[in-house]
């Protein structure tokens, strides 16, 4: 009422249209619960409207009529100043200028995408936690055991920590073997007798879902004399830049299999490039072997149906429909699918960012991706021609309306889900006024 007096007698807008005017200009980035809130100030404020103009033309309604009156006057006071202030908001969303809502966005986005990383990790410890055997001077550690499990099975193994003392993991690290012992079965074959730290499962890990590119990179810029070697000092640099994570604690074992068995028990063996990239070779291998046979049972092939299993095993997709999609599609032409693509697959995971750039390629030219295109993108980004059979497997599993085209997007998606083994937060709808008022700022840019 102080602001937007009503002129219902006259020819001038009145107060509720004024209102609902303002309201038109603010509610497109507001979240439910305010559009509900100045809905209802815009309701308030037209019966106050409604009832001064009844109170003005009568004195019937007493001392009752005067309080409402003033509540009336009081919800029209803030309604209209909370109204001012929201339109304030969305000039200077409009403009762009220093505190507006664009100008934060980025610092925003940043801030979320710090918060989703940091949700990452502790997953990760987390899961590195649940799955380590043993405790050292209370700090947990892996078997290799260990490892390979907490990659490979769907279900925790029971089992207990055991304490370690300095006697036992001495004794621990005198089994392991030589590096010219290496193999895809090294740690198959140590199994329950090693011992690993979070740093070491990292590192680990990141072998297992990156590029040899990115390895090659990390390797000669630690490599400064260009010797092709390297020591235990300039391999725990490697360790730090690949898995973006140092960790002070892990000064708590200053030795393990992993460093024992690179650069030996007395830790001044010197790595070559040659052993170095074999050995990830090798554990890449050995991982794909488990994940593999875990299906097959002894035969060279796994069906397209335990393939579909293995790909979409750490996402949210409802399998029951890819499956039924696989049997009717595939019926006349079911080769399987052999140890040496499920690997030639992989190896396009762990370049799955130069897949993404190439796939881009054609979706900025406005081209649906084809199966031909599929598989000439990869043949570039892994240097081997992938089998049409298997990258009709793949459309099969993505391609839900049967229009031949890849929705490569989601795809890209499922993909670096299933690369991180999990650790990626699965997408879940949100609710709330603040998610509902982040959608509204995104359709606004969007707009834009």
Request: hydrophobic content about 35%; proline content about 3%.
């Amino acid at each position: 009422y102080f602001l937007f007096p009503p002129t219902l007698n006259s020819g001038k807008m009145s107060f509720s249209l004024h209102l609902r005017r303002l309201v038109g200009k603010t509610v497109t980035v507001l979240p439910r619960g305010a559009r509900g809130w100045i809905r209802s100030a815009s309701s308030w404020g037209k019966y106050a409207g409604g009832f001064q103009q009844e109170s003005g033309e009568s004195t019937a309604g007493g001392s009752g009529s005067r309080r409402w009156a003033r509540g009336a006057f009081l919800l029209g006071v803030a309604a209209s100043g909370g109204l001012g202030l929201l339109v304030s908001q969305r000039r200077r969303l409009d403009s762009g200028g220093e505190g507006s809502l664009l100008a934060v966005l980025p610092e925003l986005q940043a801030a979320e995408k710090e918060k989703s990383e940091l949700t990452r990790q502790e997953r990760r410890k987390q899961h590195f936690k649940l799955h380590s055997s043993y405790m050292y001077k209370g700090e947990p550690y892996m078997t290799p055991r260990d490892f390979l499990e907490s990659l490979t099975q769907d279900e925790l193994r029971p089992c207990e920590h055991e304490f370690l003392d300095d006697k036992m993991v001495s004794n621990i690290l005198k089994k392991t073997p030589s590096r010219s012992k290496g193999s895809s079965h090294l740690f198959r074959d140590m199994w329950d007798t090693g011992i690993l730290s979070y740093g070491d499962y990292l590192f680990l890990i990141t072998a297992l879902i990156e590029s040899r590119r990115q390895f090659e990179v990390a390797f000669k810029m630690i490599d400064v004399d260009r010797s092709d070697y390297i020591d235990l000092q300039e391999f725990s640099k490697i360790q730090e830049t690949v898995t973006k994570q140092k960790d002070p604690k892990e000064q708590k074992l200053p030795k393990t299999t992993l460093t024992t068995f690179l650069f030996g028990s007395w830790g001044n063996q010197k790595l070559y490039s040659t052993d170095f990239f074999k050995f990830i070779e090798d554990l890449q291998t050995e991982v794909r072997e488990i994940e593999f046979n875990k299906y097959s049972g002894g035969s060279p092939t796994i069906s397209e149906e335990d393939f579909a299993r293995i790909l979409l095993r750490h996402t949210a997709w409802d399998l029951d429909p890819v499956l039924d999609r696989l049997r009717t599609r595939l019926r006349r032409r079911r080769p399987g699918i052999s140890f040496q693509q499920f690997c030639d697959f992989c190896q396009l995971l762990n370049t799955l960012d130069d897949f993404a750039v190439a796939m881009t390629m054609y979706t900025i030219a406005g081209k649906a991706v084809t199966e031909e295109e599929f598989g000439r993108a990869a043949h570039v980004c892994i240097g081997v021609p992938l089998d049409q059979t298997f990258v009709s497997t793949v459309f099969q599993i993505f391609d839900v309306d049967g229009d031949g085209k890849l929705s490569y997007r989601e795809f890209l998606a499922v993909m670096k889900n299933w690369k991180l083994r999990g650790f990626k937060m699965k997408q879940q709808k949100q609710h709330g006024p603040w998610a509902e008022f982040k959608t509204c700022v995104k359709l606004e840019m969007k707009d834009k």
